[in-house]
C-alpha cells in the first residue's frame, strides 16, 4: 500500500466540507484558540509519534455533518464518535491488518476496501479506484455510516444499537457472539465519556 501522508486538513477534505467544519461553532474555536486563520491551510493535530488524527471535537463536527447530510439523522452521531475512538483512537492514516482473514482495515472508522466496494446503497463517495481515499476523514466516516445504516436494518428486521456495534467490529454473524460482547462493552463506557453537545 502507498504511502499516504496528511500535513493539513486541506490535503484530505473538499473545499466545502472544510467550510462545514469552520461553520460548526466549537471547531472554529478550537481552530481559532490552536492560531489557525480562515483562509489558510488548517493544520492537522499530531500525536506524540506524528501521527495525524482528529480532536474529539473535530471527529464531532465530521460525524454530525455526514449525518446530517446523508443519513437525515438516521444514524446516532455519538455512535460514530464512540467507534472512532475505539477502532483507530480517530487516527486518519490507522490500518489494521487481520492474520485470520488477511484483510486491512482503513482509516478512522477502520473501513475494509471490500465493504467501500460493496453498494450498500451509498454512492456519494466511489472509492473503488483509489483505496488510499479510505483515509480521509469525510469519505471514512460517511462509509462507517453508511454501513450502520445497512447493518440497523439487517434482514430486512429492524436492529437493536448493540447488534449494529458487535456487527460493526466483526460482521453479522458473530453480533451475537461472546467474542464482541467486550467491544459492545468498551464502546458504551466510551460513548458514555463523549464530550456532550
Not at 466496494?117 to 466516516?141: I, Q
Not at 429492524?158 to 456495534?165: I, L
Not at 467490529?169 to 464482541?180: D, F, L, R
Amino acid at each position: 500500500m502507498a504511502s499516504v501522508s496528511f500535513k493539513y486538513w486541506d490535503d484530505c477534505v473538499d473545499p466545502h466540507d472544510l467550510e462545514a467544519m469552520w461553520a460548526d461553532p466549537d471547531v472554529r474555536a478550537e481552530w481559532l484558540n490552536a492560531g489557525e486563520t480562515k483562509g489558510s491551510k488548517v493544520h492537522l493535530s499530531r500525536d506524540p509519534d506524528g501521527q495525524p488524527y482528529l480532536t474529539q471535537t473535530e471527529m464531532k463536527a465530521v460525524a454530525g455533518i455526514i449525518v446530517r447530510r446523508h443519513f437525515l439523522s438516521q444514524i446516532d452521531s455519538d455512535m460514530l464518535c464512540a467507534i472512532a475512538e475505539l477502532e483507530s483512537d480517530r487516527q486518519l492514516l490507522a490500518t489494521r491488518y487481520n492474520k485470520k482473514s488477511k484483510e486491512i482495515t482503513m482509516g478512522i472508522m477502520q473501513i475494509l476496501p471490500k465493504t467501500a466496494d460493496c453498494d450498500l446503497g451509498y454512492r456519494t463517495y466511489e472509492v473503488a479506484a483509489d483505496s488510499k481515499l479510505l483515509y480521509k476523514p469525510f469519505v471514512n466516516v460517511y462509509l462507517g455510516a453508511a454501513y450502520l445504516k445497512w447493518l440497523s436494518n439487517y434482514g430486512e428486521k429492524e436492529r437493536s444499537e448493540e447488534f449494529m456495534v458487535r456487527a460493526y467490529k466483526a460482521g453479522t454473524k458473530k453480533a451475537t457472539h461472546k467474542s464482541t460482547l467486550p467491544f459492545w462493552r468498551s464502546y458504551l463506557s466510551v460513548k458514555e465519556s463523549l464530550p456532550s453537545r
